[in-house]
Each structure stands twice: as structure tokens, then as C-alpha cells.
């Protein structure tokens, strides 16, 4: 792990140049190199950004998942910090894809949310590593903190399959509202699909740059908190106060 | 307790249309079924841990699972009492017609109280403090269930009269995949819910 922080701290500037330099061109080739979509116009161009988010979330997720198992067999605390600080941008991530969904379904769909598998499974998986964040900040006091977080870390990731199944047989009984299977997936002209291959790649990299940021601010305060532990221990002990 | 009123609320949410169509009274009694031992199981270990019993029983020489299996065991038989009792009130309230299955309905309703006791054992396990205990219980709680929720409602929806009763098995295979699945899960686990 502590080789791995030195990987991660030569790679956090490559990392942000690389998502400095990405971002901007992605949308210049959203906006101006992907041909309109014919049937949903501009707002088709949601997708460039959507599923990226959506997939890098799961990504996301499944840091979490590594990061606990191996937190509670090395019981090394920087893994329960890279399943927290995941956990935190895969709740933003699908915070992403939550919000532009209902704004891209609504023009096409013309509804804003429908009970669909994944619409149903993703919004349950954010529910879940919100609870999972909940529970890490209000365990702040308590010592077994990490093993507390990490088990139920590992547990979310395991129902997530098992929700996905659950509602896909759910929706297959029930009538379908919407053929999802004409409207959700356009065929890709080669234009839109290195468009989106651009964006998927652009999103990764913002991925990875931020959560080094984050890891690295994670540790830092971590840090503070020994050093503000030993500095109230050295307080008590010499009965300055 | 809570069981009765909720399904006293239910009543006067849905009156009309549960009259109309009763499979809005098997998603009425598994909310409440739900409901109840979510709130019931958040207490499992607490008179362990407040009178230093708990240590007493990690320091015996027998397995720790053992101790997780005792506590499923013991929630799965206080839910089993509640259902007990709230059954029959139920059809009595709600007119329920008859089932197609009636073992297959009970082979059901015992994976899916399975179920409920081996996530909810597992959680109470994990020593969260008063404050949370009342709050955040649920919330970690609730989505992990979601699958048998749904497996539940359409279980017994599926084997009323109008219902499709092919489908009634998958339900249930499902449910005992879930158990399977989290209680391999749990006895990995449990060893690092105690802690030290």
C-alpha cells in the first residue's frame, strides 16, 4: 500500500493535466464532431456523459468492495480510506446519472422516471452507499468504525446483483410501459461512437484524478487527527490546561 | 403491536380498492410483516453488550458463528411468533381468499422470515450506538431487503386466485438464493462484527 501511494502521488498530476486537457475537448466533440441524433435531438447528447458516469460509478462500487474485504484482512488503514473516499464519488457519480436520466427520459420517454431494471437498480445502489456514508460519519466515535463500514461496504455490493435479478423479474411479469429496447439503445453511428469512447475515457480519467485528491486529502486528515489526539494526550499529561 | 396498526392503517388507506382486488393486501401485510421485524431485530444484541455479556460469550472456547446462528435462530422465532399471531387476524380483517398453495406459501413465508433474520442479525451485530440504532437502522436496512420485499409481494400475489401461478416458484427460489447468499456472507463476517 505504501508503494501504491507513491504511484498515486506521481500520478495525481499527470492524472489532472490529463482531465484538463480531456474535458474540454470531449465536449467540443459532443457539441460540435456528433452528428445530431435524428429522432431526440439535441438532448441525446446526455448519453456522452451519462453512461461514462454510470459505469464509472459501478467502478466506484466495486472499490468500495475491494477496499473492505482487504481492509479486514490486512486491517491496513488505508484501505478503509480508498473504500470511503470510492463510496463518496460513486455516490456522486450516480447522483449524475440520477439527475441527467429523468432529463433526457423526459423529452423521449415523456415521463421523467419509469420503474425500470436498471432505472430501479441504480437508484437502490445509490440509496445503499448513501447508507453506507451515513453510517461511516455517525460511527465517527466508535473504534471497530472501519470493520463496521466495511462489512456493510461488501454487503451492498453483494445485493446489488441480487436486486437486479429481483427486479427484472419483477418488470418481466408486469406489462411494459415502454419498449426500452427501441428507444434506449440508438444505433451508434461511428462518429457518435468515438464520441462516446472519447467521453468514456475523459470521465475515467476524471475519476481517477479526483479520487486521488480525495485519498490524498483523506490521509492528511487523518493526520491531523493523530496529531491532534497526541497533542491533547501531551496537554493532559503535563496538566498545561 | 405495531403489526395491528399498520394493518389498521392500511385499512383506511386502501379500503375500497383492497375490496376490489386482494393482491393490494398481500403488499399491505408483507410491508407491515417488514415493518415490524426490521424495528423488532434492531435490539438483538443489545442487553448483551450493556451488561458485558457479549465478551463473556466471545471468550468461550465454541466457535463464534455459533453465536451468530444462535441469534438468527432466535429472530427467526420471535418474527415466527408475530406471524403467528398477525395471520389469522389478517384474513380475518382483510377477507384473504384462499391460497393456491398453502405449503408453498409456508415454505415462503419461512425463507423470507429466514432471510429477514440472517441480514437483520448480522446489522444489530454491528454495535451501532443508541442514537443511531434508532435511525440509521432502517435506513441500512431497508434496501438490503428490498429483493425479498419483491419476492415476497409477487410470491403470494402469484399464487391468489387470479394470479399466474407459474411464475409462484421462481419467487421462491429466489428468496433462498438470497439466504444462501447473505448467510455464507455473514458467518465470513461475523467474526469481524464482534471485533476483538
Avoid at chain 2, 127 to 146: C, M
Amino acid at each position: 500500500m505504501r508503494s501504491l501511494n507513491r504511484l498515486a502521488v506521481s500520478f495525481r498530476p499527470i492524472l489532472a493535466v490529463g482531465a484538463a486537457i480531456l474535458v474540454p475537448i470531449s465536449l467540443y466533440l459532443i457539441f460540435f464532431y456528433a452528428p445530431m441524433e435524428r429522432v431526440m435531438g439535441p438532448v441525446q447528447k446526455i448519453f456522452y456523459y451519462h453512461v461514462p458516469s454510470a459505469i464509472v460509478s459501478f467502478l466506484a462500487f466495486f472499490l468500495v468492495m475491494v477496499g473492505s474485504t482487504m481492509y479486514l484482512l490486512t486491517r491496513k488503514r488505508n484501505w478503509d480510506l480508498l473504500a470511503g473516499v470510492s463510496a463518496e464519488l460513486g455516490v456522486v457519480f450516480c447522483a449524475i446519472v440520477l439527475i441527467t436520466g429523468p432529463l433526457w427520459a423526459r423529452p423521449t420517454w415523456g415521463v421523467y422516471w419509469t420503474w425500470d431494471v436498471r432505472l430501479t437498480t441504480t437508484l437502490l445502489m445509490w440509496l445503499m452507499y448513501v447508507g453506507y456514508l451515513m453510517l461511516k460519519v455517525s460511527a465517527k466515535e466508535s473504534p471497530k468504525r472501519a470493520s463496521i463500514s466495511a462489512i456493510y461496504g461488501i454487503f451492498c455490493f453483494a445485493n446489488v446483483p441480487i436486486v437486479h435479478f429481483s427486479v427484472r423479474y419483477f418488470r418481466s411479469i408486469h406489462p411494459h410501459l415502454f419498449k426500452m429496447e427501441s428507444v434506449g439503445k440508438p444505433a451508434l453511428s461511428p462518429a457518435m461512437s468515438q464520441t462516446f469512447f472519447f467521453c468514456m475515457v475523459t470521465i475515467t480519467v476524471l475519476f481517477g484524478w479526483v479520487l486521488l485528491e480525495r485519498l490524498a486529502l483523506a490521509e492528511t486528515e487523518e493526520e491531523i487527527e493523530l496529531i491532534r489526539e497526541h497533542v491533547r494526550q501531551r496537554v493532559d499529561d503535563d496538566g498545561l490546561l | 403491536m405495531i403489526l395491528l396498526v399498520v394493518l389498521i392503517i392500511f385499512h383506511f388507506a386502501l379500503a375500497e380498492q383492497v375490496e376490489q382486488n386482494p393482491q393490494l393486501a398481500a403488499g399491505a401485510f408483507w410491508v407491515a410483516l417488514f415493518f415490524a421485524a426490521v424495528l423488532g431485530q434492531s435490539r438483538t444484541f443489545v442487553a448483551e453488550r450493556e451488561r458485558g455479556c457479549l465478551t463473556g460469550l466471545i471468550l468461550t472456547p465454541a466457535d463464534r458463528s455459533a453465536i451468530y446462528v444462535a441469534k438468527v435462530i432466535v429472530n427467526l422465532l420471535f418474527i415466527g411468533l408475530v406471524e403467528v399471531s398477525i395471520i389469522p387476524l389478517f384474513a380475518l380483517l382483510y377477507q384473504l381468499p384462499q391460497i393456491a398453495r398453502p405449503g408453498q406459501w409456508f415454505l415462503l413465508l419461512v425463507s423470507v422470515t429466514l432471510g429477514l433474520s440472517i441480514v437483520g442479525t448480522l446489522l444489530s451485530s454491528l454495535g451501532l450506538s443508541a442514537r443511531n440504532r434508532e435511525l440509521l437502522f432502517p435506513i441500512l436496512l431497508f434496501p438490503l431487503l428490498v429483493p425479498i420485499l419483491i419476492s415476497a409481494v409477487e410470491g403470494t400475489v402469484a399464487l391468489l386466485p387470479d394470479g399466474d401461478l407459474a411464475t409462484s416458484g421462481v419467487w421462491l427460489r429466489l428468496v433462498i438464493g438470497y439466504d444462501i447468499v447473505f448467510f455464507s456472507l455473514s458467518i465470513m463476517l461475523f467474526d469481524f462484527a464482534l471485533g476483538e
